[in-house]
Nanobody, 116 residues
Framework: QVQLVESGGGLVQPGGSLRLSCAASKNIFSINAMGWYRQAPGKERELLAIISRSGTTNYVDSVKGRFTISRDKAKNMMYLQMNSLKPEDTAVYYC??????????WGQGTQVTVSS
């Protein structure tokens, strides 16, 4: 089992930045893939970015160039650096772990609100 805890959400003005963190109970560098998702009110949860065990990253077009997914081995944390935030980025943000052996796990989510 993998426990995930997100943090770092909050209220930010348009054009601002936030860094979300995801702490895991297992070594994140041993997990096959981890990712960041978000869910806005009335909308389905959507994938934003993924990072494989080898470090390969992929982004959806809507966040490419603005968001960066990364990991820190020493802290066993995954991050999502979000720049140039827009009101339409307002959502609950989730981290996800997907491992062939362990299964799929989600964090509880952290709220990001982009508003002036």
């Amino acid at each position: 089992q993998v426990q995930l805890v997100e943090s770092g959400g909050g209220l930010v003005q348009p054009g601002g930045s936030l860094r979300l963190s995801c702490a895991a109970s297992k070594n994140i560098f041993s997990i096959n893939a981890m990712g960041w998702y978000r869910q806005a009110p009335g909308k389905e949860r959507e994938l934003l970015a993924i990072i494989s065990r080898s470090g390969t990253t992929n982004y959806v077009d809507s966040v490419k160039g603005r968001f960066t997914i990364s990991r820190d081995k020493a802290k066993n944390m995954m991050y999502l650096q979000m720049n140039s935030l827009k009101p339409e980025d307002t959502a609950v943000y989730y981290c996800k772990a997907n491992d062939y052996a362990l299964g799929v796990y989600w964090g509880q989510g952290t709220q990001v609100t982009v508003s002036s």
